[in-house]
């Protein structure tokens, strides 16, 4: 992958998706992580074009930093599905933390999950 010439960094991160792809990683973490990849792939790389990188290339803390950051967003999007389908309720805790919490309508599919 590091022998081809890449025009621009939307190439490179198309190619690394592609690479990513056949390692088989989660198709639904890709789509979280490619926003992060081609935000990425265009800092890196005019990073490069102006000498502050010695590679146009993602080195391996920046791959860590977009997956732990997709993971995030995977996550964050899950619990807003749970919240908006009346399953899961935020709460604010004694300590003044926030919390979450299952609703009636949450309780009772847990209930019915268990009897399955």
Avoid: C
Wanted: hydrophobic share 45%; charged share 25%; proline share 3%.
């Amino acid at each position: 992958m590091k022998d081809f010439n890449y025009t621009t960094p939307e190439a490179y991160v198309n190619v690394l998706v592609w690479e990513l792809l056949k390692a088989q990683t989660n198709a639904e973490l890709l789509t979280f992580m490619m926003p992060l990849l081609n935000a990425k792939a265009v800092i890196i790389y005019g990073e490069y074009i102006t000498g502050e990188r010695e590679s146009p290339f993602f080195n391996v803390e920046d791959i860590e930093t977009i997956h732990s950051q997709a993971i995030s967003d995977m996550a964050q999007a899950a619990l807003i599905s749970l919240i908006d389908k009346d399953l899961v309720q935020t709460v604010i805790g004694e300590d003044g933390d926030l919390a979450y919490q299952l609703t009636d309508n949450g309780k009772e599919l847990a209930k019915r999950m268990r009897h399955e």
